[in-house]
C-alpha cells in the first residue's frame, strides 16, 4: 500500500493522467484527513476550486490543495512527536494512567478526524494548518468556554455523532466536534442545556 509521500509524488507527477493524479490526492486522505475523509476532501475542493466530481481538475490546483494538506501534516507530527516525548517523559516519572487529552489523541487515528466534522459539507474556511495549531495551542492550554477554532461559544451536545465518541460537543459556527478536554466543565453543562433547549423547540 502506498503511503502519504508516495501518493504525493504522484499527484505532482506531470507524467500521469490528470485522473490518476486525482486520485492519488483522495488517496492521501486516507492516510491524513483532519476534517474526516469526505468533509478534508470538501474542503479542499472548495477552498482550491475544484469541482468535487471533475476527474480531470486544473492541475496547479491539485497541486494546490495537496500543498496545503501537507503543511497541516508537518503540524501534526510535529504535534505527534512532542506528544510522545511528553508521554516517555511522563511515564519515566511514574505516570501511567492516561489524560482526557489522551483520549483525544486515541479518538484522532492519525490525525484522521483530528478536527472532526460530523457533516462532511460543514466545515472551517481557515487553512487546515491554521486550524490545527488553533487546536493544538488550546489543548496545551487551560479549557474555555469557546470553539479553539472559529471562537463561538454556540456549541451544542449531539448524541448521534457518526463516529466515536458518539456523543460530544458541536460547534454550531464551524462545524467541529470539539475535543472535551478544550472546554471547562461549565461550557459542556451549557451544550448540554443548549440541546435540550432545542429538542423542547423541536417537539
Not at 79 to 95: C, I, L, M, P
Not at 105 to 126: I, L, M
Amino acid at each position: 500500500m502506498a503511503g502519504f509521500r508516495s501518493l504525493a509524488r504522484q499527484v505532482r507527477d506531470t507524467g500521469c493522467d490528470l485522473a490518476l493524479r486525482r486520485y492519488s490526492l483522495r488517496k492521501c486522505l486516507e492516510r491524513f484527513a483532519p476534517y474526516g475523509h469526505r468533509a478534508t476532501w470538501d474542503h479542499l475542493c472548495s477552498r482550491h476550486r475544484i469541482h468535487p466530481e471533475d476527474r480531470s481538475p486544473d492541475p496547479a490546483r491539485l497541486v494546490a490543495a495537496l500543498d496545503e494538506l501537507e503543511r497541516a501534516r508537518a503540524v501534526w507530527l510535529a504535534y505527534e512527536e512532542s506528544f510522545a516525548d511528553r508521554r516517555r517523559r511522563e511515564k519515566y516519572d511514574g505516570v501511567r494512567r492516561p489524560s482526557a487529552m489522551d483520549d483525544w489523541h486515541r479518538w484522532a487515528r492519525g490525525a484522521n478526524g483530528v478536527v472532526r466534522c460530523d457533516s462532511p459539507g460543514c466545515h472551517p474556511s481557515a487553512p487546515l494548518d491554521e486550524v490545527l495549531r488553533r487546536l493544538i495551542s488550546a489543548l496545551e492550554g487551560e479549557p474555555g468556554v469557546e470553539c479553539p477554532v472559529c471562537a463561538t461559544t454556540l456549541i451544542v451536545w449531539r448524541q448521534d455523532l457518526t463516529d466515536e465518541p458518539w456523543t460530544g460537543p458541536v460547534c454550531t459556527g464551524c462545524g467541529i466536534v470539539v475535543p472535551r478536554p478544550a472546554l471547562t466543565q461549565g461550557a459542556l453543562a451549557a451544550a448540554r442545556r443548549a440541546a435540550r433547549g432545542a429538542l423542547a423547540s423541536a417537539a
